[in-house]
C-alpha cells in the first residue's frame, strides 16, 4: 500500500518518504521517529521543514538591511549606552543672544580691519610740530600784511590807524608768546629753526610797539612836525630791519622742512 504523502519527509532532500525506511528521491536512510508523548501519529506540519530558514534569509534579513539604509540616510543619532543618545559631531553648539539672533565663531574675512589711514600729522611728532609751526607763520604773515596801512593812516592823522597798529602790536606779542612756547625738538635743526623765529618775531614786536608810540604822539600833537626824526619812528625802523634778518635766517631753515612736509614756503617779507 502507498503511504505516501503520511508526512515522513527525507532529511537530506526534502522529499515525501512516508513509511519507506529510505527515500525514494535520494535514497537516504530514514530515522524512525519518536513516539508522540499522547500516543498519536506525528502530523506532517509537525517536523521541521528545510524552506522556513530559506524564508527567514530571503525576506527577513533584506528587510533588516534596508532599516538599516534608511537609518543611516536620516542622519538619526545612535542610541547610547546610557540610554540617551550620542550627538554627532558635526552638531556644533551656536549661541543665541537676547534679540534671538544667533552668533557663530568668526572667520579671518570678518576679522576686524586695522586702521592704517592716519593722516601723518596724527602719527608722526615732526610732521605734527611742522604744521603748527605753520599755522603760527600764517598768522604772522596777516600782521605784517596790515602794518603798512596802519602806518600810513596814522600819518595822515586817522585814529584808525592808531588804532590797528595798537591791535597789530597785541596779536604780535601772542604770536611771541606762542612761538617761545613751540616744541620744534622732532624737527632737523629743531632748537635752531626756534630761536631763529623767536628772534625774529621778538624784533618785530619792539618795532610794533617802538610803531605805536610814535602814531600816539603823532595824534596827540596835533599831526604836526617831521615824522622821519621821530626817535620812536626811528626805532620802530631800527628793529624791522632787525627782524628782516632775523626771518631771513629763519626762512632758510624752514625751506627744507616745507618741502618734506607739502607746508608753504615763506618769504622773509611775508613773515
Excluded at 539604509?69 to 549661541?95: C, F, I, K, N
Excluded at 630761536?195 to 619792539?206: F, I, K, N, Q
Excluded at 620812536?232 to 630791519?241: A, T
Aim: charged share 20%; net charge negative.
Amino acid at each position: 500500500m502507498d503511504e505516501s504523502g503520511s508526512g515522513r519527509l527525507c532529511g537530506r532532500c526534502g522529499a515525501d518518504a512516508g513509511n519507506l525506511d529510505r527515500c525514494p528521491r535520494c535514497g537516504a536512510a530514514l530515522a524512525e521517529p519518536p513516539a508522540r508523548a499522547d500516543g498519536g501519529e506525528w502530523d506532517p506540519w509537525d517536523r521541521p521543514r528545510p524552506w522556513t530558514s530559506l524564508v527567514f534569509l530571503g525576506l527577513i534579513l533584506p528587510a533588516l538591511a534596508l532599516g538599516l539604509v534608511w537609518w543611516l540616510a536620516s542622519g538619526l543619532p545612535w542610541p547610547s549606552g546610557e540610554g540617551g543618545t550620542q550627538a554627532r559631531q558635526d552638531e556644533v553648539p551656536v549661541l543665541t543672544d537676547a534679540t534671538g539672533a544667533t552668533s557663530s565663531p568668526a572667520t579671518d574675512s570678518e576679522s576686524p580691519a586695522t586702521d592704517t589711514g592716519a593722516p601723518a600729522a596724527d602719527t608722526d611728532p615732526a610732521a605734527r610740530q611742522a604744521t603748527g609751526l605753520d599755522d603760527l607763520l600764517t598768522n604772522s604773515h596777516s600782521t605784517r600784511a596790515s602794518l603798512s596801512g596802519a602806518i600810513a593812516r596814522a600819518s595822515k592823522c586817522e585814529r584808525g590807524g592808531v588804532n590797528a597798529i595798537q591791535n597789530i602790536t597785541v596779536n604780535r606779542r601772542d604770536q611771541l608768546t606762542m612761538a617761545q612756547a613751540l616744541d620744534l625738538t622732532a624737527l632737523p635743526e629743531g632748537p635752531a629753526l626756534k630761536e631763529s623765529l623767536v628772534s625774529a618775531l621778538h624784533a618785530s614786536y619792539s618795532a610794533d610797539a617802538a610803531f605805536l608810540a610814535w602814531a600816539r604822539r603823532h595824534l596827540a600833537k596835533g599831526c604836526t612836525g617831521p615824522i622821519a626824526q621821530d626817535s620812536d619812528y626811528q626805532r620802530g625802523l631800527d628793529k624791522s630791519g632787525e627782524a628782516q634778518t632775523a626771518k631771513a635766517r629763519f626762512v632758510e631753515a624752514w625751506r627744507p622742512i616745507a618741502e618734506t612736509y607739502g607746508l608753504t614756503h615763506w618769504k622773509a617779507d611775508d613773515i
